[in-house]
């Protein structure tokens, strides 16, 4: 059980380095709901079955929409009305 | 005996992180996500399986429901270009 | 140990063997398409056969059917996954592989263009 | 951002963290006043509020206020963000993904609900309860607008039934905590007016009953927050 | 009528498996559950059909559907047997194409269970589904003929008679 | 101690993106990254490697993990997902106004 949650907590700290650190948001965002699946596999290992029910619901379900709509929503244009003054 | 099953698991899923990192195109990464999510919801279902099974199989149920809508949004995003359309 | 506890546990082992040969074939494979094959067809095999291994490990009725649930899911939500991601790649011309022997689909997509 | 920022940036992080490690592990562990109370909760948790998950009966229960207080803050949030994203149009066209993963998800919706209803009204006998099921509900309708496009959602549940469940779930919630005033003693306390064994489905008053107010509102709030996020954006030239 | 008797009934019996036993609580709770769900989502579950059949056609349908469950873990099993051995040689080729094969089919619920079956079966994937003429897209991992008869005989026709006699 | 390692770690990096990243969507996600870093930490220092807080029956026994910081943690988590949403609402909105995502161009507009 120790060496499963040495092995997990090293592949959260390598996921988020990679959320954060990756250039296209897509991908990023990809990362970040691995991130939350494996927090909830370690809250289940530290005995919180509640808490991982509710972070496996948003993790997989509503953060992922969320973050997707703003993305193809967000257009980054060029003639951008502060842009131009510049 | 099940916790080894389910380190060889994570190692299976760090591994299948390479893909991803490197991954060409854009649906090799999307392939690699999908295979690593799975592979952790079978960790998940085999702590249960050493916690106790009988309360916690509805986590398992919940995140395979659930996580079939990530595939989803990002073929759609895809495919359309937008999302909701 | 029982003969019950032997099944479950080749069950597992099973699925393990496909979730290592889901992992070399989506590294080892040349195209973009054959990788989806990969984690299209064993993949699926490999959640069943683990959920099948648990529920008879646990061996009650209702919650043994419970634990196949799951198995059921993937077996029904991951090819449904794997085409969406497939077609959605095709259509948007991400991953089109330049040798092709037999190509009906472009046709198809261009006749739906004109 | 120039490099000598970002090295400063690092730098001050690190110092940060360091202090933090060494900070950390001056947190004291285990008083009286902590032992105090988790002691009279798990040992009168279940005679007192009828519920075998304590994380439920501490929520919903000893401190339902507090559970209140947090729907008033999703509440807030809808609120904001209907405001916000207010003066815009519907999209009209909709076409989802191919016929193949239509039929499929139409074939697997009425589980994915009784799903929903069953961890909600399971809330004090397994992990679970109003929140996660109600993510779920509002999951349902994520669903439909990525499959099936955004004008199936819209005719399914009209935003007027999605508001009805927000508010009437509100209100419905303050009127279980006026009851608790009425025909007890305080604010939302835990009628137990069928007083059947521990470990049924009705057992635990009014703790099931919280479960699906909170679990319908929010539901209904975060597919309200969906779909005016999903409403589509004025073009330039409109806007300016 | 007659789905929403199915689907009431299937959710019933969901729901005691989810709950895991059978108490009298358990019973009226479920039933108020499955009453939404049937009042809510019922015809999304089944489609609507015109034809009407006896009592004993839909459980010769049921028949058959239990018959159905073995034949397809086997199948997806000698599958991904077939694709695990394309893993461990020593350098992976294939020809791969995307071929058009035509089905027999009609009924939609049909045309989606053998699209999935056909995405489980070794080197087949399905990419889309033509409308117009009624066949599938079909990416093969290895061509090896480009006959027509040829390739629905090697991709679906196993498939097909049992989904025939299953939604007919 | 690994817990306290890891927890600082992580939020360090959440931190680092909020203030170094020029990209709003990606200093959400690295409020996102820090919530969960903290939400670990707590769960897994009150963590006494005792049972679930879930009993089968009626009782009494102090053999179960302190259940008070999950029910703490559980209300957090949904506040967390409803200020994100919140955010990236406020996202939409700027990038109406400004046509990027660059938290440069907030302070432009501030100062037209």
């Not at chain 5, 019973?27 to 006896?54: C, E, M, P, Q």
């Not at chain 6, 506040?79 to 161009?105: M, R, V, Y």
Request: hydrophobic share 55%.
């Amino acid at each position: 059980m120790i060496i499963l949650k040495y092995l997990l907590v090293i592949f959260l700290v390598t996921t988020a380095y990679l959320a954060i650190s990756f250039k296209e948001e897509l991908v990023s965002i990809i990362f970040l709901s691995i991130f939350s699946i494996i927090l909830t596999t370690l809250y289940l290992i530290h005995n919180a079955p509640d808490v991982a029910l509710a972070e496996a619901v948003i993790g997989a379900g509503l953060n992922t929409a969320i973050f997707m709509t703003v993305i193809s929503q967000v257009r980054e244009g060029k003639k951008s009305m502060f842009r131009e003054d510049d | 005996m099940i916790i080894t099953m389910a380190i060889i698991l994570v190692i299976l899923a760090m591994i299948n992180s390479y893909r991803l990192i490197v991954g060409p195109t854009i649906t090799d990464r999307l392939i690699a996500a999908d295979t690593i999510i799975i592979f952790i919801s079978l960790v998940i279902l085999l702590i249960a399986l050493y916690i106790n099974i009988e309360l916690l199989i509805d986590i398992v149920l919940a995140y395979a429901i659930l996580l079939f809508v990530d595939v989803l949004i990002f073929a759609k995003y895809f495919e359309h270009k937008e999302l909701y359309k | 140990m029982g003969i019950r506890l032997i099944i479950a546990y080749i069950f597992m082992g099973g699925a393990i063997f496909f979730a290592i040969v889901t992992t070399i074939g989506l590294i080892r494979f040349p195209d973009v398409y054959t990788r989806i094959h990969a984690s299209a067809v064993v993949l699926t095999i490999s959640a069943v056969m683990l959920s099948f291994g648990v529920a008879i490990y646990v061996w009650e009725f209702y919650l043994s059917i419970k634990i196949m649930f799951v198995g059921l899911i993937f077996l029904i939500t991951n090819p449904l996954a794997t085409h969406a991601i497939a077609r959605a790649s095709y259509r948007r011309k991400i991953a089109c592989p330049e040798v092709r022997s037999v190509d009906d689909y472009s046709k198809y997509l261009g006749r739906d263009r004109e | 951002m120039s490099k000598a920022k970002h090295i400063f940036v690092v730098i001050v992080l690190s110092l940060l963290g360091i202090t933090m490690v060494i900070n950390l592990n001056k947190i004291p562990g285990n008083t009286d006043q902590i032992n105090f109370i988790y002691s009279h909760i798990t040992n009168n948790a279940v005679l007192e509020t009828g519920s075998l998950n304590f994380v439920t009966a501490i929520l919903y229960d000893y401190r339902a206020y507090d559970s209140l207080g947090e729907s008033t803050i999703i509440f807030g949030a809808v609120s904001g963000i209907v405001l916000l994203l207010s003066r815009k149009t519907l999209p009209v066209s909709s076409h989802g993904l191919s016929f193949i993963v239509k039929r499929t998800f139409g074939m697997l919706t009425p589980f994915i609900f009784l799903f929903s209803l069953y961890i909600i009204s399971h809330g004090h006998l397994s992990p679970g309860g109003g929140f996660q099921g109600g993510v779920i509900l509002g999951a349902i309708s994520i669903i439909f607008s990525i499959v099936y496009g955004s004008e199936f959602d819209f005719k399914r549940y009209s935003p007027t039934t999605k508001t009805l469940l927000e508010t009437g779930g509100a209100l419905l919630f303050i009127g279980l905590g006026l009851a608790g005033i009425i025909f007890g003693g305080y604010f939302l306390e835990n009628l137990r007016f069928l007083n059947t064994e521990i470990g049924s489905l009705l057992s635990a008053g009014s703790i099931p009953l919280i479960n699906t107010v909170i679990g319908f509102k929010i539901g209904a709030g975060l597919a309200i927050i969906f779909y005016s996020m999903i409403q589509k954006t004025f073009k330039e030239e409109d806007k300016l | 009528m007659r789905r929403k008797v199915f689907t009431f009934f299937i959710t019933l019996a969901i729901w005691i498996v989810f709950s895991g036993r059978i108490t009298d609580d358990v019973i009226f709770v479920g039933l108020i559950a499955s009453f939404i769900t049937t009042w809510l989502y019922s015809d999304l579950l089944f489609r609507s059909t015109n034809r009407r059949k006896n009592w004993a056609f839909y459980f010769k349908k049921f028949f058959y559907i239990i018959l159905f469950i073995p034949v397809f873990f086997y199948e997806a099993f000698i599958s991904a047997l077939k694709v695990s051995k394309h893993v461990f040689e020593k350098k992976p080729s294939f020809s791969p194409g995307i071929v058009k094969v035509k089905t027999t089919l009609c009924n939609v619920t049909a045309l989606t269970i053998l699209a999935n079956l056909i995405t489980l079966t070794p080197g087949t994937l399905t990419v889309d589904f033509d409308m117009r003429e009624r066949a599938f897209f079909i990416h093969w991992i290895d061509v090896t003929t480009a006959k027509e008869a040829e390739m629905r005989k090697q991709i679906i026709e196993r498939f097909e008679g049992w989904l025939e006699v299953i939604f007919q | 101690m690994i817990n306290h390692i890891v927890f600082v770690i992580i939020f360090l990096l959440g931190f680092y993106a909020i203030l170094v990243k020029k990209n709003l969507i990606k200093m959400v996600i690295g409020l996102n990254i820090m919530e969960g870093a903290i939400f670990y930490w707590f769960i897994s220092i009150t963590d006494k490697g005792d049972k679930i807080p879930i009993v089968n029956g009626p009782y009494s026994s102090a053999l179960v993990n302190d259940p008070i910081p999950q029910a703490l943690i559980l209300t957090g988590i949904v506040i967390g997902a409803s200020t994100s949403a919140f955010l990236l609402t406020l996202i939409i909105e700027l990038n109406k106004f400004t046509d990027s995502i660059d938290p440069d161009n907030l302070g432009r507009m501030i100062k037209d």
